[in-house]
Antibody, heavy 125, light 111 residues
Framework: EVQLVQSGAEVKKPGESLKISCKGS????????IGWVRQMPGKGLEWMGIVYPGDSDTRYSPSFQGQVTISADKSISTAYLQWSSLKASDTAMYHCARGVYGGNSGKYYYYMDVWGKGTTVTVSS | NFMLTQPHSVSESPGKTVTISCTRS????????VHWYQQRPGSSPTTVIYEDNQRPSGVPDRFSGSIDSSSNSASLTISGLKTEDEADYYCQSFDSNNVVVFGGGTKLSVL
């Protein structure tokens, strides 16, 4: 069974750093994109970025470029999302999801086929 | 980049059919595939339609997807509505700059 297991809820203060994780199993972790989606309380889904663990190729949403770092360690089938200095506005649920990328006849697609259960991050003084 | 616009909410009775639209702001809806996710309260999203109209295994055939170039929109149709279909639904596409775009989400009430 394909699974993504995310790390537990975090409570942090503004200015602190944080790294959350997402461990994949049941598939070839190195050969699939994996990404992160933010969901602020009561709000919709926001795509943050993706990483290809096989070669660490990383793509960011313009909205999150420079605000977070996405990485992966293929040796332990784990992807990461990290902040160097948290803000209260980073309070949200963060979902990891495996991505399917492809194209045919010049039409490309990227969608998420397996999701983790989410990690709640609360930033408060 | 383009935006995907969805109605904020829709409601329908059990057993009926509902359609949720997803309108692309610029560029052709047909130029990139559209995918749909269901998020029940307190749960993570799951995929209900991928590549415009494909259903993942395990998703009932009550769920279907389509695109309409004349309105530049995609649609998710759910027939034979059940109370368990009550959820938020999000459309998603992928632009030429390799950016994933989500619609704002539609809250479906089945009452």
């Amino acid at each position: 069974e394909v699974q993504l297991v995310q790390s537990g809820a975090e409570v942090k203060k503004p200015g602190e750093s944080l790294k959350i994780s997402c461990k994949g199993s049941g598939y070839s972790f190195s050969n699939s994109w994996i990404g992160w989606v933010r969901q602020m309380p009561g709000k919709g889904l926001e795509w943050m970025g993706i990483v290809y663990p096989g070669d660490s190729d990383t793509r960011y949403s313009p909205s999150f470029q420079g605000q977070v770092t996405i990485s992966a360690d293929k040796s332990i089938s784990t992807a990461y999302l990290q902040w160097s200095s948290l803000k209260a506005s980073d309070t949200a649920m963060y979902h990891c999801a495996r991505g399917v990328y492809g194209g045919n006849s010049g039409k490309y697609y990227y969608y998420m086929d397996v999701w983790g259960k989410g990690t709640t991050v609360t930033v408060s003084s | 980049n383009f935006m995907l616009t969805q109605p904020h909410s829709v409601s329908e009775s059990p057993g009926k059919t509902v359609t949720i639209s997803c309108t692309r702001s610029s560029g052709s809806i047909a130029s990139n595939y559209v995918h749909w996710y269901q998020q029940r309260p307190g749960s993570s999203p799951t995929t209900v339609i991928y590549e415009d109209n494909q259903r993942p295994s395990g998703v009932p055939d009550r769920f279907s997807g389509s695109i309409d170039s004349s309105s530049n929109s995609a649609s998710l149709t759910i027939s034979g509505l059940k109370t368990e279909d009550e959820a938020d639904y999000y459309c998603q596409s992928f632009d030429s700059n390799n950016v994933v775009v989500f619609g704002g989400g539609t809250k479906l009430s089945v009452l």
